[in-house]
């Protein structure tokens, strides 16, 4: 089935909560078809801006244009009628509801028989290899299963913008093979494709334009492969010292780069990432003996999330512990746990 894709103007964006910034006049333009990609380090505003095109959040100043119609005081509703779709980091579905009812809730923005939205559910739910579970429960879908769903929902809508908000965290490498297909065969169709995402694979196989952000402001914007050859794209994310580390030491100047695409690889490894904490052995500052902080089994939610599961820390009195994980597994949701 093609769509036609609709553009995206994005002009000089802002949305401030107070004093914070958390979108400083952010403008892009994303022709009808594309497949664009938004990357960031954490607190960059990537989410913020999909808030935005989603019609979740409300800009403090600038202007939306999809498909040429003003859309900047128009509310999430109206978008998904209009043909924007979009999935969210935490998936979100009915969970008293089945697989296949939360695709019929999303139908709801949509016209047309009975017949023929049914029959495009039965098409979804294969295409995200869900039919086997049309009739379960959501409350029973493990995470990957809800992210999928996620997709599903959105695909339901029959959008002709799909705003894919970091669908690949806590993913696996076998996992992602079958999302980039999946983003690939929905830009087939001819449908516009924005992804925010920290996988970078995904960005580099499936995005044929990719921008930069950075507190909240445009860093660049390009092809993948020349913002991701970027030395000050590297510095963002693994910081300046590391960059004068490897001049240092006579490496060349990509190596920022080759270290963040290395990173990566192992990020969507075969390990699974999820609620994956790593506890770096550290050595006795000599401050005394004995376990300073102590974590049995903890477990933690953010709503139907499982953030943390039986997580359990030892820290001795004057050690260093550092606790390692890809975006998604965990780490801030420990921090607060302890406080």
Known sequence: MMTAGASLEIDGIGVRYGGLVALDAVSLRVAPGAVFGVIGPNGAGKSTLVGVLGGALRPSSGRLRFDGLDIT???????ARLGIGRTYQIPRPFLDLTVEENLEVAQLACRGPRRIRRDR??????RCA??????????????LRRKRLEFARALALDPRLLLLDEI?????????????????????????????????????????GLAVLNFGAKLCEGTPAEVLSSDGVAAIYLGTAHVRGEAAAGGAERAPLEAQRSVSARVTGSRPPVS???AAESRSSGAGDGNWLSLERVSA???????????????????????????????TSLAAAVC
């Open 73 to 79: 005081r128009t509310g999430a509703a109206d978008r």
């Open 121 to 126: 559910r039965g098409e979804i739910l294969r």
């Open 130 to 143: 869900l039919a086997e579970f049309a009739r379960a429960p959501a409350r029973s879908l493990p995470l």
């Open 168 to 208: 690949g965290a806590g993913l696996v490498d076998a996992e992602i093979d079958a999302l980039v297909a999946l983003i690939r065969s929905v830009a087939a169709e001819g449908r516009t494709v924005v992804i925010v995402e920290h996988v970078l694979r995904i960005v580099r196989e499936c995005c044929t």
């Open 276 to 278: 994956t904490l790593v």
């Open 301 to 331: 939610y953010h709503g139907q999330l499982a953030a943390l599961r039986d997580v359990s820390l030892r820290v001795g009195r004057g050690e260093v512990v550092a606790v390692l994980g890809p975006n998604g597994a965990g780490k």
